[in-house]
Structures are given as structure tokens and as C-alpha cells.
């Protein structure tokens, strides 16, 4: 059974902005957490951005910070990534994954989505 679901992507520009969603099933739903993760073609996967689902606690990577907002619709089971600004380099394929603790590693992640690309052009 799938339990994360990521749709939103579309072929955009640098510069454009783009809005990913990520729905969850009821079991992903009781993890404390949604994370957003991306990997670049022969990259390792990385963290993007993360937010609990209790109290809306967020964190995010370095290289988004100030471009990317993570969210989450608590009464949806959807976590949110808006994406401003975008730049070539992040170019990438965007999973997101549920886990039962605050910025595990990819490992400890119970769920995981099928994956979306999205890639930005010059």
C-alpha cells in the first residue's frame, strides 16, 4: 500500500517558483514527521526541508534556506513544499519520506513516496 503520494511538479525556469505536495495515508500520518529529500542525478539523497505534525516545527537545509517554505494541512494529511526562487542546481528528483522522530537519517525513515522530478531549466 502507498503511503506518500508527491504530485505538483512541472517543467519550470530559473527563477520560476513551484509547489509540491506530498499526501499521506493514516499510517504516515502518525509518524511525528514529513521530510522532504532530494537527489540529483548521481547524487546521494538529501535533506530539503522537514515539519512536524503536531505543532508545525520546522528545519531546513542550508541551501534552501530563504527560497523554500515547507507546510503542512494537518486536516488534508498533506505536507507542502513551495519552491521560490528556483535554480538549475536544484534540479533534482524530490521524495518525501515519514519517520518517528525529529531529523532522522534516511535510513530511520519508515515511508516513503514514489518520487517527482523536477527540473529547472536556464
Known amino acids: 500500500q502507498t503511503q506518500l503520494v508527491e504530485s505538483g511538479s512541472r517543467p519550470v525556469q530559473a527563477g520560476d517558483s513551484l509547489r509540491l505536495s506530498c499526501v499521506a495515508s493514516e499510517r504516515a500520518r502518525n509518524m511525528e ?37 515547507i507546510s503542512r494541512d494537518n ?30 537519517s534516511t535510513a530511520q525513515m519508515t515511508y516513503w513516496g514514489q518520487g517527482t522530478q523536477v527540473t529547472v531549466s536556464s
Do not use: H
Open 33 to 69: 514527521m514529513i521530510t522532504w529529500y532530494r537527489q540529483a542525478s548521481g547524487g546521494g539523497r538529501m535533506f530539503v526541508a522537514g515539519v512536524r505534525w503536531s505543532d508545525g516545527s520546522t528545519d531546513y537545509a542550508d541551501f534552501v534556506k530563504g527560497r523554500f517554505i
Open 75 to 104: 486536516g488534508k494529511n498533506t505536507v507542502y513544499l513551495q519552491m521560490n526562487s528556483l535554480k538549475v542546481e536544484d534540479t533534482a528528483v524530490y521524495y518525501c519520506a515519514a519517520g518517528d522522530g525529529w531529523l532522522l
